[in-house]
């Protein structure tokens, strides 16, 4: 304001010059919160005038001072134009050297030149300073106190509504803040964080209770802004009773998005911001690579694996943040949630025990398979192996065999049925191509490896149904039910060198929440992918085809398709592992264990509950 009076001032004393044509002069401004001031004449540099001493009510007159604050001796030189400034301390006043009049003092002596006409200075601006014109009283101040400047604070709702919208005048500064509208503004998804100087980042000045928090420090006006934070849903996944089996004990990442174990066992939490989806996978796997929770006796229906509040979740559908908060009760536009995805177990009627005997016969397949009363055996090797089998089966107390499965029809597979029909009740058969045409339409080998016409006369001569079994086909034996995943076609030995391998059963074995993968000699990955997912495909023991050996001249298992299946056992029936040196890491990488069931004719058990599972090596049958 100082400056903005100097500039008044100058310009007014630059008009009289003009008008003048002569004098010089300097101001003296008696900065008590007005214009009044007066000139004094410059003669040779020195003041020739009365300085008259002003008053200001409740201030006392400290002196005449420069612009730069320093106090001057009125009989030095000046320069033309210059002013001149009272400074004043509060506590009283100065009374005049008389009753009704200001003190003045004569700087030179002599007479004073004082203007006698408007011609020589301009009335309007120009104060008197002669015997006749005296300034006025001293009971009645200059000019009343100066006030405080004061600022506006305007506000800005950064893309929300309500709350503080006006804006507030005549803010001092260093002076509290204003009480504002106790109303908070409101922005769907977030939640608001107070009010800030600047749109982004900045100072806070009232937190998000519309409080403040601090003094008006700014010299000037202000726009406040509203500051968010985006809403975020805690999915707080739940075993719901279920037992843990993870080795991810600490922490990981599925997908995009962030897996923390909140407690141990129990509950993990998955967090979406507000807007944002599940990635394509969906809800996490209950029962995968990062969960594996089981429950005794119970199962989870496909695509109905959580539930959240009362709604049953479709495991693999793409949720919203906002979709899932309003299943558990909770609404994400107006404040942060957090809700419970528990594992929606299906009580099983009660199914016993599944047991699984893999025979220690070398290099050949031979497994029996009982639950529930039932009994089911695959391949046996040779006849031979027929007959080793029918010893150890007949020590396990077994009458009868309610299915008989070839996983294809090369000698070293089935030759061991033609034992066991002879010696033995077989309630069906199945396998993957006929018997009796396999030959003939150049889907099985021939010759030594394949000659299945004297097989095919025992089925029909004994009277024992036969089922060839086509991709997708679900058989139920008893409480066992298989899913054929393969072959997806029959080849011919044009067409594939070893046709019959190529053309082997790929069985999964379903007991509750247990399932086990059955290969022959080979797999039709491609065809099985292209047609399956993990769904499907996951499973908990692994029968690696081929003996675990390369077939000359063919490609390897691939990682890929054994990542699919996420085995937590490999079997190989063989006495040493030839697995490739990429498989074997590979497998190690995923925590799979190989289990061999060749090995000097020892057995092995595996068990299953329909959720857990164990495994008794070199178990002996007596």
């Known amino acids: ?81 210059e ?28 007479i004073i030149d004082t203007p006698s006409s408007s011609s020589e200075m301009p009335s309007s601006s120009r104060k008197e300073t002669n015997s006749q014109e005296k300034p006025s009283s001293s009971s009645t101040p200059v000019n009343p106190p100066k006030p405080e400047e004061t600022y506006t604070i305007s506000f800005n709702l950064n893309g929300g509504t309500g709350g503080q919208t006006a804006s507030i005048s005549g ?7 204003p009480s504002i509208n106790q109303n908070k503004p409101v922005k769907p998804g977030y939640t608001f964080q107070g009010w800030y100087d600047s749109q982004n980042g900045g100072t806070q000045y009232y937190n998000s209770s519309n409080s403040p928090v601090r003094k008006y420090d700014k010299k ?63 809800l996490t796997d209950y029962n995968g690579s990062w969960f594996k929770w089981t429950r005794s006796g119970y199962t989870v229906e496909s695509k109905k694996e959580y539930i959240i509040g009362s709604t049953v979740l479709d495991q693999a559908k793409v949720y919203s943040s906002i979709e899932l908060s309003r299943y558990g009760g909770c609404d994400l536009s107006k404040t942060n949630c957090t809700i419970t995805a528990k594992v929606n177990w299906k009580k099983l009627q009660d199914s016993g025990t599944l047991k699984i005997y893999y025979f220690g016969y070398g290099r050949y397949d031979s497994y029996l398979i009982q639950g529930n009363n039932t009994t089911i055996f ?17 020590k396990l107390g077994v009458n009868k065999i309610d299915a008989l499965i070839g996983s294809h029809l090369d000698n070293n597979h089935v030759d061991a049925h033609k034992y066991l029909i002879k010696n033995f009740s077989i309630g069906h058969v199945y396998y993957p191509d006929d018997p009796n045409t396999c030959i003939t339409n150049k889907t099985c080998q021939g010759g030594s490896a394949a000659n299945p016409t004297e097989l095919a006369k025992l089925i029909k001569n004994n009277n024992i149904p036969m089922t060839v079994l086509k991709p997708s086909m679900n058989i139920k034996i008893g409480n066992i039910t298989f899913d054929c995943v393969g072959p997806q076609t029959l080849y011919t030995t044009s067409q594939h060198y ?21 290969a022959g000699d080979g797999i039709q990955e491609t065809e099985i992918l292209s047609k399956y997912g993990k769904e499907t495909l996951k499973v908990d023991v692994f029968k690696y085809p081929h003996h675990g050996e390369l077939v000359s001249g063919e490609a390897a298992l691939s990682t890929d398709f054994v990542e699919v299946l996420s085995p937590r056992y490999v079997t190989i029936p063989n006495i040493s592992n030839k697995l490739e040196n990429k498989m074997n890491k590979f497998l190690n990488s995923i925590g799979a264990e190989i289990i061999l069931t060749g090995v000097s004719r020892k057995n092995v058990l595996i068990e299953s509950d329909g959720s857990n599972i164990t495994v008794y090596k070199n178990y002996e049958i007596k």
Not at 44 to 57: A, R, S
Not at 498 to 518: D, H, R, V
Request: a positive charge; hydrophobic letters at 30%; charged letters at 15%.
């Open 378 to 394: 695959i391949d046996g090797g040779t006849e031979y192996g027929g007959s080793y089998s029918l010893n150890l089966i007949k």
């Open 171 to 177: 803010v001092k500064y260093n002076n509290n803040l």
């Open 220 to 282: 000037g006006n202000i726009t406040l802004y509203t500051h968010w934070t985006i809403n975020t849903l805690s999915i707080e996944y739940n075993g719901n009773g279920g037992s843990w089996n993870s080795s991810n004990s600490t922490y990981g990442v599925n997908g995009s998005n962030t897996v923390i174990v909140k407690s141990t066992n129990q509950v993990y939490q998955k967090v979406l911001n507000y807007g944002e989806k599940l990635e394509s996978s969906g």
């Open 498 to 518: 070893y046709a019959s391998n190529y053309n082997s059963l790929n069985l999964i074995l379903k007991f509750g929440n247990t399932k086990f993968y059955f």
């Open 83 to 110: 002013v001149i400034y009272a400074k004043w301390e509060k506590g009283g006043t100065v009374e005049p050297s008389s009753s009704e009049e200001p003190t003045s003092t004569i700087v030179t002596p002599g």
């Open 1 to 81: 304001m100082r400056r903005i009076n100097k500039v008044i001032i100058l310009l007014f004393i630059s008009v009289i010059l003009i008008s003048c044509g002569k004098k010089s002069y300097v101001v003296f401004d008696y900065n008590c919160n007005g214009d009044q001031s007066y000139e004094c004449e410059l003669k040779n540099n020195k003041l020739n005038c009365n300085v008259i001493t002003p008053v200001c009510e409740g201030y006392r007159f400290k002196g005449w001072y420069s612009e730069n604050d320093n106090p001057l001796d009125l009989k030095s030189n000046f320069k033309a134009n």
